[in-house]
């Protein structure tokens, strides 16, 4: 009876062994974070030292400030000088326009009005040297020759007056006639220098009017320079608009690496391999210490090839730590690595001489563990630890 409950047990254990595989092949592993600085500089204080356990935002390594934060009064002074001249270019660049574009409709008012007076005085100017002074001219010479009738008339009836050949009241009638004759004469001989001088002066007028027009296109054109030069204005505050973004960038970034001289840790974890000291000179990205956070750590399980036949992801883990005198932990499988240990080693076996001989391999699992907040059993990194999965109900 003893021995066949002997070979029961066996047999139920080689069972269970196969479909709950177990390997002490295992250790636990977990991220181990570089922390170096993002601006250089000398390290004024230091609030850590090596194993101690840090919280995010506590401030562990505090660099010189002093030349960050003189940038940082200098990028402020330019953003005031930027935005000051902006302000400034914002309350001219509109008047200036405004200024220009009226006196250039002025301008362009002028040069009409002084275009019309011109139009005007070439007119009258045509018409006094044309039509006028050519009427003028006429009627002098219509005026002349009837004076000259008129004397020649005289003329002839002076002598059949003597002669008593006609009566003295006919020959004082043609005398008179000469004189309304040559009076009518004198009056035109005025009448074309008035005339001659009226041309004169619409001459002159016109040369005024001419003279007016290139005045006020000259005025024009210096009104429309002007307003050309208002558009270098606009230039000038979309210049100085984009100063000013360029002063806020500049002060942005000097703040930002100000902020930089403060080193505080990003997460819970265990200080270890500190490198810096107090007075030490940093470069950017120098190494000065690792920051291993113990909240989140793994175990990597080395089970032979011929276990994992069941073997899955989200099934139950159960974890014992060498540590902690066989103590256990929960876990669930994460993953199956792509291939064995001994090929992602750094340096993989080769067969070069074409013998084989056949090893069973070992392929890591990734395992993840839950670990009871506050509790003083803490898995760290490179422990040794006893994991056996279950794939089964039977016997875990």
Do not use: C
Request: charge should be negative; avoid cysteine; charged fraction near 20%.
């Amino acid at each position: 009876m003893l021995l066949i409950v002997v070979v029961g047990v066996s047999l139920l254990w080689a069972f269970t062994q196969d479909l709950n595989p177990t390997t002490d092949d295992a250790q636990v592993d977990g991220h181990s974070i570089v922390v170096s600085p993002r601006v250089a500089g000398y390290v004024s204080k230091m609030n850590i030292d090596d194993n101690t356990v840090v919280s995010p935002g506590d401030v562990m390594i505090q660099l010189d400030p002093a030349d960050y934060q003189a940038r940082v009064d200098q990028a402020r002074a330019a953003l005031g000088v930027a935005e000051a001249r902006a302000a400034s270019l914002k309350i001219t660049v509109p008047f200036t326009i405004g200024t220009t574009t009226s006196a250039t409709a002025a301008a362009d008012a002028q040069v009409a009005g002084a275009t019309a007076d011109l139009d005007r005085a070439t007119t009258t100017y045509n018409r006094v040297a044309t039509s006028e002074l050519g009427f003028a001219e006429a009627n002098v010479a219509a005026r002349k020759a009837e004076m000259e009738k008129a004397e020649m008339d005289v003329k002839r009836t002076d002598s059949l007056a003597q002669q008593s050949e006609i009566s003295r009241q006919q020959y004082d009638a043609y005398v008179a006639a000469a004189q309304v004759t040559r009076n009518d004469w004198l009056a035109a001989q005025q009448r074309l220098e008035a005339v001659r001088q009226d041309a004169s002066a619409a001459k002159a007028a016109e040369e005024t009017a001419s003279a007016s027009v290139l005045r006020a296109k000259a005025q024009l054109r210096e009104s429309r320079a002007q307003e050309m030069q208002s558009g270098v204005r606009k230039a000038d505050y979309e210049s100085a608009l984009a100063d000013v973004q360029q002063a806020k960038a500049e002060l942005e970034q000097a703040t930002l690496n100000l902020s930089y001289t403060t080193l505080r840790a990003p997460m819970h974890g265990v200080v270890t391999r500190r490198t810096v000291e107090p007075g030490q000179q940093f470069a950017i990205g120098q190494a000065m210490f690792q920051l291993v956070p113990l909240d989140n750590v793994w175990v990597t399980a080395n089970f032979k090839e011929t276990q994992l036949a069941h073997v899955r992801p989200g099934q139950h883990v159960r974890i014992s730590v060498d540590a902690y005198d066989g103590k256990t932990f929960d876990g669930v499988v994460d993953s199956i690595a792509s291939s064995t240990g001994s090929r992602e080693a750094l340096l993989p076996p080769e067969n070069a001489t074409g013998n084989f001989v056949k090893v069973v391999q070992r392929i890591p699992v990734k395992i993840l563990v839950h670990q009871k907040q506050g509790s003083s059993e803490i898995l760290r990194p490179g422990m040794n630890v006893e994991a056996k999965i279950r794939t089964t109900k039977w016997f875990f």
